[in-house]
């Protein structure tokens, strides 16, 4: 049995971009703590994106991953991450990839357990002093490890490190069937920590044929965050507005 292939609209896909533009964001002062609705969502991919966007906006950042597990051992013994080499690569290579990333692991488990496989113990503590800035000027963008209530550290979930943080959060959410309920707990979970969320952006991780589905139209009559889409391998449209005056 054929699959019917159904194409949008143009008039609906016109639509659905200037409803998107209408929805763009100020850059906050501070920075953002990027997080997912679950693991492999894309945060990664999304975030190096975001910082790609700031940085055209000529907004100095410093970028954490703070904790970083599922890493690989190059011949030399060292330990070469995956998320935290692309951050430090859409911020121009500004910054080294220890201080981007000082906690890395072998295991592709929560940080902490793969800590705990190389006989270290992960504290929040010790999260949070690696998210400190350099420059007290600079934007920070932390992406967390996983979803906002994974575990994160021996005494701490993400969401924990999002909280000492408060920064506004992106919550990144795989674009796929279930993604409105995973959507609107995240969001639920996220403003439950008093934390403001300054948008949710929906990440097509696999490539899928134009459909009936779509998400952001069914997420939006429920929250009020701004919600962003990004196709599958394709570019995230503009976020950000850019700023009329000062930094």
Do not use: W
Not at 40 to 63: F, P
Not at 70 to 88: F, K, P
Not at 108 to 129: M, S, T
Not at 201 to 216: G, K
């Amino acid at each position: 049995m054929h699959r019917r292939r159904v194409t949008i609209p143009a008039r609906l896909a016109v639509a659905g971009q200037l409803a998107q533009n209408a929805a763009m964001l100020t850059p906050d002062a501070n920075g953002y703590f990027i997080t997912g609705s679950d693991t492999d969502v894309g945060k990664t991919y999304i975030s190096c994106q975001i910082i790609a966007q700031l940085r055209r906006l000529n907004i100095d950042l410093e970028t954490r991953k703070p904790a970083e597990s599922g890493c690989h051992e190059d011949a030399g013994g060292v330990l070469r991450t995956h998320d935290a080499a692309a951050l430090q690569q859409a911020n121009d290579n500004r910054e080294s990839l220890e201080r981007i990333n000082p906690f890395r692991y072998r295991a592709a488990l929560a940080p902490h357990r793969a800590a705990r496989l190389e006989g270290q113990r992960i504290e929040l503590e010790a999260l949070l002093d690696a998210c400190s800035r350099d420059n007290p000027a600079s934007r920070l963008i932390v992406e967390g490890a996983g979803g906002f209530y994974s575990p994160l550290a021996e005494n701490g979930l993400n969401a924990d490190l999002a909280s000492a943080l408060q920064l506004p959060v992106i919550i990144v959410v795989a674009d796929r069937i279930g993604a409105v309920s995973q959507a609107l707990m995240t969001l639920q979970a996220v403003t439950s920590r008093h934390l403001p969320v300054a948008a949710i952006v929906l990440n097509q991780i696999v490539p899928q044929d134009a459909s009936a589905m779509d998400n952001a139209a069914d997420l939006s009559p429920h929250c009020d965050t701004p919600i962003f889409c990004c196709a599958y391998n394709g570019s995230l449209p503009p976020m950000f507005e850019a700023r009329k005056n000062g930094r």
